[in-house]
C-alpha cells in the first residue's frame, strides 16, 4: 500500500548564490501542486566555529591572504548584522516577488523568512523539524573551496541527518 503524501509545509533553504533562482523554482512547483506554504531559510556560517575548524589546517599566510580577500564580506556581513539582517532579508523577499512575476501560473505562498547563524547543515535540519516541514528543497553545491572543505558537502550531511524527505535540486556550474 502506498502512503498517502501530504506537503504542506515546505523548507526552502539557500545560500543566496546566483542559482537559489532554479532551486525556488521547484519549491514553487511542489507548493503550487500540494497547496503548500513555503518557509525560506538562509543559514549565516558562524564565523567563529569556521576559524576553529580552518585554523588548523592552514598557514598563516594563508589564513591572511583569505582574510584579505573577504575583508569586504566580512564588513557586509557585520552591516547586516547589525541591521537584523536587513540585507539578507530583503535578497530573500526579492526572491519571491521576482518568482511571482516569473511564475504567473504558479500559485504559492511564502509563511516565513528565517535567518539563523550557525552551520547550514545542521541549522537546515533543525528549522526542517522545528516548524514542522514535511520536504525540505535545496541545491546541490554551496559556496565550493575552502568552506565546503570544512563544512563536508552540506547537501550531503542534510541528506545524511534529515528525518524529512530532500528534494535535491542539481545546480549547473
Not at 523577499?93 to 521576482?98: A, K, W
Request: glycine share 6%.
Amino acid at each position: 500500500m502506498f502512503p498517502d503524501v501530504q506537503i504542506k509545509k515546505i523548507l526552502y533553504a539557500t545560500d543566496l548564490s546566483e542559482y537559489a533562482q532554479k532551486t525556488f523554482a521547484y519549491a514553487v512547483s511542489l507548493a503550487d501542486h500540494y497547496n503548500a506554504g513555503i518557509t525560506i531559510l538562509h543559514v549565516v556560517i558562524d564565523s567563529e566555529e569556521a576559524f576553529a575548524h580552518i585554523h588548523g589546517s592552514l598557514s598563516r599566510e594563508d589564513l591572511k591572504k583569505i582574510q584579505k580577500e573577504h575583508v569586504k564580506e566580512a564588513r557586509e556581513v557585520l552591516i547586516g548584522k547589525q541591521r537584523g539582517n536587513v540585507p539578507i532579508r530583503e535578497a530573500l523577499t526579492r526572491i519571491c516577488e521576482e518568482a511571482k512575476e516569473k511564475l504567473e501560473d504558479k500559485t504559492f505562498s511564502m509563511d516565513e523568512i528565517v535567518i539563523a547563524e550557525g552551520n547550514p547543515a545542521d541549522e537546515i535540519v533543525k528549522q526542517a523539524v522545528e516548524r514542522d516541514c514535511d520536504v525540505i528543497v535545496m541545491g546541490s553545491h554551496g559556496h565550493g573551496g575552502l568552506i565546503d572543505s570544512w563544512l563536508g558537502s552540506v547537501s550531503r550531511t542534510v541528506l545524511k541527518r534529515s528525518k524529512k524527505p530532500v528534494l535535491m535540486v542539481r545546480l549547473d556550474e
